[in-house]
């Protein structure tokens, strides 16, 4: 059987996970946030009291994941993501996450014909033979507003400023990082956001994806 992978990359709040759903859903693939893996490496320092900049700790969470930290609803907060963009810059923390999203891009749960992994390096390093490889970007202006929304919409208190500087302070992590840094795979397509919508962001990549079925 030949199973499609889709790599979809880009910064934080950039729309790759609605777009990578989206796509799930309209091919039945299956659909992994690699993110979600950094980011319950990241809760399972805070929750224990830890500096996420111990690298013993995080090697050792990421060794040993809970899965229920992935289902909890603390994984979303804007601390766990920066939790995550710390021990992401580990080496031995990306190894052992690795082998897991291979898995699951090249043996898909309920063996689904194929599979949208989401991230800052799955074009790059985690499948780099993926047949489609999506960049998706937007200014960090736009996704600070994008966040600011979204995190309103869930009742929390926010200051732009202060996502703004979040925003870029990821950025600014996951693309300076040595191992695995965040940038386009040289055969990714390119998707700006910031003044595209959900709907034609969606047609561009579902086309992409029928010329490699
Ligand atoms: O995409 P999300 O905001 O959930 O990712 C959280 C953090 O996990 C990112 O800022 C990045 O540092 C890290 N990450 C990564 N490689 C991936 C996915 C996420 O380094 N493939």
Redesign the pocket.
Known sequence: VIRVIIAI?GP??AG??TLARRLAREFNFAYL???????AVGLSLLRAGVDPADEDAAVAASADLAPALLSDPALRDEAT?GA??VV??MPMV?SNLLEF?RNFAQHPPDDKAGAVL?????GTV?CPDAPVKLFVTASPEERARRRTDELLAKGQAVDFGEILADVKA?DA??SGRKD?P?KPAEDALLLDTTNLDIDAVFLRAKALVQKAL
């Open positions: 990359d934080a709040a790759k996970g946030d690699t993110g979600s893996l950094y980011r993501g995550a963009s992401a810059a990306r999203q989401d991230g800052r390096d799955v985690v990821r992590r996951d695995a965040l």
